[in-house]
């Protein structure tokens, strides 16, 4: 079945430092990808709406200079926290879709961001 | 805006409990409803899809229903084991295009041996 990888799982590192953060789907052609924030116990908070070839669309609220965002082709995207600071530490999770009719979603293990 | 809601937020039953998860949405045009399974620092899994056509989809000792005119879904464990322990999640999506799911904030459950 369609599969989402993500990587790093973990990342720990020093503030300012800039992280990226890569989601393939292993299996399938994804022309959007998702990105989602989520803090402990709590629900997935979308963050934003990755289009192959285009710019992303970011949620209110969530800076896209500080979050970027590249889909360079149909199976891979990127997130780059720039300069993270110690606020920025939680759990990012990317998501795909097939293309094609009610094509679940899928995600992927998530990234765990710790910034000291 | 779509709001989807679950309850309740945490259950704990014995091993072998049949028991069901509740899953409401404030706008009945939906596209598709998902159900995901997430277990403590990992990401979600899908266990269901409906479509917006459809009344039930089932797999295994897993069976979700929709009822899309009163915004409601309910996905049903049969016979619970304590593997499956883990955080569900509803999610609905609006339309066809690129659009991406909403979220309830999801049901924690505890399956005790």
């Known amino acids: 079945g369609a599969v989402v990888s993500q990587h790093p799982s973990r990342v720990i590192c020093k503030s300012g430092t800039s992280v990226k953060i890569e989601c393939r789907s292993l299996?399938?052609?994804?022309?959007?990808m998702f990105w989602y924030r989520q803090f402990p116990k709590k629900s997935l908070m979308l963050m934003a709406t990755?289009?192959?070839?285009?710019?992303?669309?970011?949620e209110q609220g969530v800076e896209k200079d500080k979050f970027l965002i590249n889909h360079a082709s149909l199976t891979l995207s990127t997130l780059t926290v720039t300069s993270a600071h110690p606020e920025d530490s939680s759990f990012y999770i990317c998501?795909?879709?097939?293309?094609?009719?009610?094509?679940?979603?899928?995600f992927g293990d998530g990234t765990r961001l710790s910034i000291l | 805006k779509q709001e989807v809601t679950q309850i309740p937020a945490a259950l704990s039953v014995p091993e072998g409990e049949n028991l069901v998860l509740n899953c409401s949405f404030t706008?009945?045009?939906?596209?598709?409803l998902q159900w995901f399974r997430q277990d403590p620092g990992k990401g979600l899994t899908s266990l269901l899809l409906?479509?917006?056509?459809?009344r039930e989809q089932t797999s295994g000792r897993l069976n979700a229903s929709l009822d899309k005119s009163s915004g409601r879904s309910t996905l049903y464990i049969a016979a619970s084991q304590p593997g499956d322990s883990a955080t569900y999640l509803c999610?609905?999506?609006?339309?066809?295009?690129?659009?991406?799911?909403?979220f309830g904030k999801g049901t924690r459950l505890s399956v005790i041996a």
């Open positions: 999610a609905v999506r609006r339309d066809s295009g690129n659009t991406p799911l909403v």
């Open positions: 299996d399938f052609q994804a022309t959007t």
């Open positions: 998501s795909a879709r097939d293309r094609g009719f009610n094509q679940p979603q899928h």
């Open positions: 409906i479509q917006s056509s459809q």
């Open positions: 990755s289009n192959e070839g285009s710019k992303a669309t970011y």
């Open positions: 706008d009945s045009a939906i596209y598709n």
